[in-house]
């Protein structure tokens, strides 16, 4: 486990007398760059939204479990160093085709227009799903997570 999520989790129940045990641990992204940049949104207040896979989940090939409303998760940046503390508030599945200017805009990224936003999901999610032998569709369905930054270092 990862020392500096547990020592934030720590510090996050007793100040806000949290009772839930439990709460995810990862990054954005698939490098340190990209996960020190999306958690530098985050913590400017500009990203409230993320999007991944339901296949992925679907597979077991996600490292985590699909977000459910009330799940904490505490965000590692590029270093795996926890930085924040974000509450799931909103979970939608719907497919890729039918994201909209709102979810790309809560999702805080480039000029959080619709267009930015599939400029860099397809090709995100079609390196993801090549990983495993898998191919991109408009038709996947997506995972569209709406969070609240609850606690930041």
Not at 64 to 86: F, T
Request: net charge negative; glycine share 6%.
């Amino acid at each position: 486990m990862n020392q500096s999520a547990i020592d934030l989790w720590t510090q996050f129940k007793h100040q806000h007398k949290i009772t839930q045990p439990d709460y995810e641990v990862w990054a954005f992204g698939n490098s340190p760059e990209m996960a020190d940049e999306l958690l530098a949104h985050v913590l400017r207040g500009e990203k409230t939204g993320t999007s991944s896979l339901h296949l992925l989940y679907e597979l077991g090939l996600e490292d985590e479990k699909i977000p459910e409303v009330g799940n904490y998760s505490v965000l590692l940046d590029g270093k795996n160093q926890a930085q924040a503390i974000i509450c799931t508030r909103v979970v939608e599945i719907l497919p890729y085709s039918r994201i909209s200017e709102v979810h790309s805009y809560l999702e805080g990224e480039g000029d959080r227009t619709l267009q930015y936003w599939r400029s860099v999901h397809h090709p995100f999610f079609e390196q993801a799903l090549k990983a495993h032998g898998l191919t991109f569709s408009e038709d996947l369905l997506i995972v569209y997570e709406l969070f609240e930054l609850v606690f930041q270092k």
